[in-house]
């Protein structure tokens, strides 16, 4: 079960942290990430976690403005959020893979399981 939180409304230029809250059977788990949907636009992919290794991978819209990271326990992603633009604005989600292959991280629908969302709003 993947729980996530931390979203707002902020204006341009300010940060936001989400937190991705992993419960239950993790064992097994490949990969952690986020995704994001606007409204009218498909699911994209913003970062991973490949858990295996450590290697982190950003869409290049978020890139130098997004960091992922992990807590010590290993269940707790964080996606920190800085220099948020209008354009950043969606439901944001957390999803975790099991079965996924690094060639596919990019994909929505590699990931086995899904958090809620936690919707993000940029105001300019």
């Known amino acids: 079960q993947l729980q996530a939180s931390g979203g707002g409304l902020v204006q341009a230029g300010a940060s936001l942290r989400l937190s991705c809250a992993a419960s239950g ?9 986020w995704f994001r949907q606007a409204p ?4 994209e992919f913003v970062a991973t976690l ?7 991978y950003y869409a290049d819209s978020v890139k130098g403005r997004f960091t992922l990271s992990r807590s010590n326990a290993m269940n707790t992603v964080y996606l920190q959020m800085n220099s948020l633009k209008p ?3 969606a439901v ?3 999803a975790a893979g099991r079965t996924i292959i690094l060639s ?3 994909a929505h629908n ?5 958090g809620p969302g936690t919707l ?3 105001s300019s």
């Open 104 to 106: 596919q991280i990019r």
């Open 87 to 89: 354009e950043d604005t």
């Open 40 to 43: 009218g636009k498909e699911r």
């Open 92 to 94: 944001y989600y957390c």
């Open 25 to 33: 059977r993790t064992f097994g788990t490949r990969a952690m990430g």
């Open 120 to 122: 993000v709003t940029v």
């Open 50 to 56: 490949w858990l295996s290794g450590g290697n982190l």
């Open 110 to 114: 590699s990931y086995n399981y899904w």
